[in-house]
């Protein structure tokens, strides 16, 4: 079996979670597949998918649904020397169920999953690097915050995670929350969700993170520039600082 070792980062495929609807965007942008809003006149999954292609990956899988040819008429086959391909929902398959359907379209032991509607500029090499020391089905990259009342929290005994917390208003101080990109072991994770007979529909933050077995995840913080479009202050955040972004 190839070790991620013999693997570099260019031999490691991805897949970026493209699907959403961003119903909380709609009074700001235009009825789009929400990783199309407009952000300094070209889609915000220009940017994220730049930074993939910057980091040496070579074959990405983009998981679709809501509008999904809005984003393959506008990418095509082929951004940048990165190879594109499509794994299309006929409806809503929730994280989880989008990263299944599109797992069957990845050729790589390993495979980076991103969000489609988040930018962080973590360390893929460092990620590497430790999916590598661990043997995890998963690597998790954690975002340091100094307040995480407005997000559920991760954590971590030694490199491994060991919990996670639902999302309160009594949550102070600092905190490490889930950053929504993954390094997975490709083989194990198939057979580890596979055993949780889960229905075509599902969470992976929910349904599959929470009861993995001991030492199956481990956790990398990394702190950073991060910023996603879910709502629309965010959005106007990212129209400002994401186009002065380095190398973007």
């Known amino acids: 079996m190839e070790s991620i070792a ?10 970026v979670l493209a699907g959403g609807k961003g119903t909380r965007l709609q009074p700001v942008v ?25 980091a040496g990956i070579r074959r990405c899988i983009l998981a679709t649904g809501y509008r999904h040819a809005d984003i393959e008429n506008f990418f095509g086959r082929k951004f940048d020397d990165m190879e594109l391909d499509y794994a299309v929902e006929s409806r809503p398959l929730g994280t989880g169920g989008g990263i299944a359907n599109a797992l ?3 050729r790589s032991q390993h495979v980076l999953v991103c969000n489609g509607d988040t930018f962080y500029a973590a360390d893929l090499a460092r990620l590497q690097q430790m999916h590598q020391q661990t043997g995890a089905a998963v690597t998790m990259i954690l975002r340091p915050m100094a307040d995480g009342r407005r ?11 060991s919990r996670f917390i639902e999302k309160s208003p009594r949550t102070t101080g600092a905190c490490l929350i889930n950053g929504g990109i993954y390094l997975i072991d490709k083989g194990r994770l198939t057979e580890l969700m596979e055993a ?18 001991p030492r199956a ?19 106007a955040a990212a129209c400002r600082l994401l186009p002065t972004f380095p190398n973007t």
């Open 6 to 15: 013999q693997a570099p980062l260019r031999d490691i495929e991805a897949i």
């Open 217 to 235: 995840i481990a956790g990398y913080p990394d702190d950073g520039f991060f910023i996603d479009i879910g709502i629309p202050e965010d959005y």
């Open 151 to 161: 997000y559920g929290t991760v954590a971590c005994r030694g490199l491994y995670v």
């Open 196 to 213: 949780l007979d889960l229905p075509e529909s599902f969470s992976f933050e929910q349904d599959v993170l929470p009861v993995l077995p």
């Open 104 to 106: 069957r379209k990845v």
């Open 30 to 54: 235009a009825d789009l597949p929400k990783p199309m809003a407009d952000i300094g006149g070209k889609p915000f999954l220009c940017y994220l998918l730049h930074r993939l292609a910057e």
